[in-house]
C-alpha cells in the first residue's frame, strides 16, 4: 500500500483528499501546516507528498526546498495561483508536478500515478532506494526484495557509489577516486573485480543491473531479460 503525505491547513480539503485517497487504497497521513509536515516526514517514509502553497509557519515553497535538500520523494503541488511564474518557480525549486485548486479528483490521481511510476529512486540521508533495492546508510546494509544481502564493506562502498549515479555513465578513474580513494595505486582492474561480485550478490537471470560501458566504466541501470 503506497503511502502520501498531505499537507494543506484546509480541513475540508485535507477531509475530502483523505477520503478519496483512502477510497483509492491509498494509506494518508495529514498536517495541518509546513512544521507538522516535515517532522512527519522526517519520521516516517512515504511514497509521495501532496503540497498545499498556501500554508501558516512555514510556506509551501520552503517546505519544498527543505525535503529537496535530503530527498528525491515525488511532491504534488496544490496551488490555487494562477502565475505562470509561480508554477515554473515551483518546478525549479524541485516539484514533480502541479495541479490547480479546484481540480478534478481523477485528474490528480492520474498525476499521482504518473509521479509514483516514475520514481525510482528516494534518497534521504540514511535511505537509498531503486527498483527493488534498497540501502540503509546509517546501518550500512543493502535490501533486495526487503531481504538483506551481506556485503563487505568495498562491495558497500561500491554498491551506494552505483545507486547515487545510477542510470549515469561513470568513469574507471571516479569509481576509483570515490570508493578506494584519491591515494590509491593499484592496478584499475580491481573494480572489474568487485563489479563481478557485486553482480553475483544482487543480480539474477532476469534482473540485470551494472553493465559495461566499453572504454569508459560502467552503468547502473535495471534491465529485464
Known amino acids: 500500500m503506497k503511502k502520501i503525505l498531505i499537507l494543506e491547513d484546509d480541513i475540508k480539503i485535507r477531509r475530502i483528499l483523505q ?3 483512502e477510497h483509492e487504497g491509498y494509506e494518508v497521513v495529514q498536517a495541518k501546516d509546513g512544521i507538522e509536515g516535515l517532522e512527519k516526514f522526517k519520521n516516517e517514509y512515504f511514497d509521495l507528498i501532496l503540497l498545499d502553497l498556501m500554508m501558516p509557519n512555514l510556506s509551501g515553497e520552503e517546505v519544498c526546498k527543505k ?37 478534478e479528483i481523477e485528474e490528480l490521481f492520474a498525476r499521482m500515478r ?14 537509498i532506494t531503486y527498483e527493488n533495492l534498497k540501502i540503509n546508510k546509517e546501518l550500512k546494509k543493502f535490501y533486495k526484495n526487503d ?5 563487505t564493506k568495498r562491495e558497500y ?6 545507486m547515487l549515479n545510477k ?31 557485486l553482480r553475483k550478490k544482487i543480480e539474477s537471470e532476469n534482473e540485470k543491473y551494472i553493465h559495461s560501458v566499453r572504454g569508459f566504466g560502467y552503468i547502473f541501470k535495471k534491465k529485464g531479460a
Open 67 to 103: 525535503i529537496r535538500s535530503t530527498s528525491q520523494i515525488p511532491i504534488i503541488v496544490l496551488t490555487a495561483k494562477e502565475q505562470l511564474l509561480s508554477k515554473v518557480s515551483l518546478l525549479d525549486m524541485g516539484a514533480d508536478d502541479y495541479i490547480t485548486k479546484p481540480f
Open 19 to 21: 477520503l478519496e485517497l
Open 147 to 151: 531481504e538483506e544481502i551481506v556485503l
Open 157 to 162: 562502498a561500491l554498491l551506494e557509489y552505483f
Open 167 to 197: 542510470e549515469i555513465v561513470v568513469s574507471r578513474e571516479k569509481i576509483l577516486e570515490n570508493v578506494w580513494g584519491y591515494d590509491f595505486d593499484g592496478d584499475e582492474k580491481i573494480i572489474d573485480v568487485y563489479v563481478n561480485i
Open 114 to 127: 504518473v509521479a509514483l511510476r516514475n520514481k525510482k529512486t528516494y534518497i534521504t540521508e540514511d535511505l
